[in-house]
């Protein structure tokens, strides 16, 4: 089985080549733009050192948020756009997830985890997971004084690029933090393990969808910005 799977959801941009159990080939750089221009290269590099072709591929993987906007707009063009011209399905994984299980189970092996992202605005994205990565809550877009109230224990895990700002919020609702030492964005190579383990070859596969947390920044000018 092959999936290639992609990340623009953040400030990072990454592909990866899942085969038979592994991870043949993959790419990640960390950029707050520029993924649009950054993702083919990745990609074709990727297929490349794999020696797989888009014909070879049997699933597409990609990350639908929470994220930046455009960012989730450019992954989930790409995937849409591979998944039509080739046939081949194409399953999402949200951003929070992916972060999750790319912290070592070492780590999380007694407390709760809370992921938390940069939303580039006075909140964050967050969720929180149990030991074994089942979700103990849905995905939301907080304000790190409202963390506290999120987390089941009074000891946590915390994971993702927003994770010090979270720490300092969470140490004042009397809530003791360990960061993790796993990357804080998501990664291709994550994306690809978590889809090979969920997806069934005989199952219709929905097309993935954003997860948005709120509504964009941009607003559209009285009168459709006519004058």
Do not use: N
Not at 137 to 142: D, S, Y
Not at 146 to 160: K, Q, Y
Request: hydrophobic letters at 50%; proline letters at 9%; one cysteine or more.
């Amino acid at each position: 089985m092959r999936i290639l799977a992609l990340d623009t959801a953040t400030s990072a941009c990454s592909a990866a080549l899942w085969q038979d159990g592994r991870v043949r080939a993959r790419r990640l750089a960390r950029m707050e733009r520029g993924q649009s221009e950054a993702l083919m290269p990745m990609i074709l590099d990727v297929l490349a050192e794999a020696g797989c072709g888009f014909s070879q591929l049997d699933l597409l993987a990609v990350t639908v948020g929470p994220g930046a906007f455009t960012g989730l707009r450019i992954g989930l063009a790409a995937a849409r756009g591979m998944a039509l011209g080739s046939g081949v399905p194409c399953l999402g994984v949200t951003t929070l997830e992916a972060v999750a299980h790319g912290v070592p189970e070492g780590e999380r092996a007694a407390d709760p985890l809370l992921v938390v992202l940069d939303t580039k605005r006075a909140d964050v994205y967050a969720q929180v997971f149990a030991p074994d990565l089942g979700p103990l809550g849905p995905p939301q877009a907080v304000p790190p004084g409202a963390l506290g109230g999120l987390v089941p224990a009074r000891r946590v895990l915390v994971a993702g690029d927003a994770a010090a700002r979270a720490a300092g919020a969470l140490a004042e609702a009397g809530v003791a933090v360990t960061l993790s030492a796993a990357p804080g964005l998501p990664d291709a190579a994550t994306v690809a393990g978590l889809a090979a383990r969920r997806w069934r070859p005989d199952e219709p596969v929905d097309p993935p969808v954003p997860l948005y947390l709120r509504a964009p920044q941009a607003k559209v000018a009285a009168g459709g910005g006519r004058r």
